[in-house]
């Protein structure tokens, strides 16, 4: 019993160890600054930490350590709304504008035919952005559709933010409560807001530009479903485990090409996206992933439904989608992935 134990011991550093080495390596490599991985196996949960959150003091990343999410924001955004739907307080092929008025799209037509439905899937019609959404400006900046809603995929940050409206206006509340009350506090994410923190301050990374220089901490102090979740990898790994183990079947159920004929890439044939996240067709059959970009904050996540797996990898660095293929060739054997591909890395 004794050997076994020991040998249980020894196996454990090896692994652990083995995954220390391997993403010192890829910091090294990718000139990526700091990361936080937590892989999940049927509950088995592994952590990798690695780099610093300041590189100016030579602050290590923790697992506490706060990352900008990007664009990993919309999918509880997402969460809170199937939630919503389900108890019948938001219809999904509802126009957004029967429950709030946005002033941004009064001279379109079209617009205000948009539903939470084609919001989650991207196929609004709405752009991205307007303009940068951190600027004073953006908020009364005219809104408006570029093809019919509903008919096909395009990315677009400016929808989940109606979509956000809307549910703040059903609720009487703004996102932060909403998130706190449903997603924050049922799951224990206790590292986690869409507003910056005063308890922040010491915990949160630093983001860094391409050439590892580091760059202005920016805090958000309004909440914003597209871009401003603040939370660490475990948290966020957390949150991706009860979301597919609740609406699994809804998530690829109803989905999109994310293919467009007019922009051909290879990749994109094997894409799709459903309410509210990508799925990835390989060998490995169906996944569900997104990735996050607020610059000099780039992050990923992959999960296979199949084997009960999940990945979660936040960078605080200009060049964290380039180590998206390695890391996920690393813990899924396979080195195929459009979406990396896709993404351009």
Not at 31 to 47: D, E, F, H, N
Not at 182 to 208: C, D, Q, R, T
Not at 301 to 317: G, H, W
Request: net charge neutral.
């Amino acid at each position: 019993m004794q050997r076994v134990i020991c040998f249980l011991i020894f196996s454990f550093i090896v692994q652990k160890t083995n995954a220390q080495s391997f993403a010192d390596k890829l910091l090294a490599d990718s000139s990526v600054t700091g990361l936080q991985i937590s892989y999940s196996k049927k509950g088995k949960i592994t952590t990798i930490i690695a780099g610093f959150s300041d590189s100016e003091t030579k602050q290590k990343v923790t697992s506490k350590t706060i990352f900008q999410a990007a664009s990993l924001s919309k999918v509880v955004l997402a969460y809170i709304c199937l939630e919503l739907a389900n108890k019948k307080q938001i219809d999904l092929d509802k126009p957004l504008i029967s429950y709030y008025e946005y002033p941004r799209i009064k001279n379109d037509s079209a617009a205000k035919m948009i539903t939470a439905r084609m919001v989650l899937m991207h196929t609004s019609g709405l752009p991205n952005w307007t303009e940068n959404p951190l600027k004073k400006s953006w908020a009364t900046s005219p809104l408006s559709t570029s093809f019919e809603p509903g008919t096909y995929w395009k990315y677009s940050g400016e929808g989940f933010v109606f979509l956000q409206l809307a549910i703040q206006n059903i609720l009487k509340k703004d996102l932060e409560q909403i998130a706190e009350e449903m997603v924050f506090k049922p799951l224990v994410m206790n590292n986690s807001s869409f507003i910056w923190k005063e308890e922040f301050e010491s915990v949160a990374a630093f983001g860094h530009d391409d050439k590892s220089e580091q760059t202005q901490r920016v805090p958000f102090f309004l909440p914003n479903a597209a871009f401003s979740l603040l939370t660490t990898a475990s948290d966020y790994q957390t949150f991706l485990n009860a979301f597919c183990h609740k609406y699994l079947s809804n998530l690829l159920s109803d989905s999109v090409a994310v293919y467009d004929a007019k922009e051909p890439k290879p990749s994109a044939k094997s894409l799709f996206w459903g309410l509210g996240i990508g799925i990835q067709e390989n060998e490995l059959g169906k996944m569900l992933w997104h990735w996050g970009d607020n610059g000099d904050f780039q992050n990923f996540f992959m999960i296979n439904p199949e084997k009960d797996e999940i990945l979660v990898c936040f960078t605080n660095s200009a060049n964290g989608l380039k180590i998206m293929k390695p890391v996920l060739s690393h813990f899924f054997d396979t080195k195929n992935w459009p979406a990396a591909s896709w993404l351009g890395n």
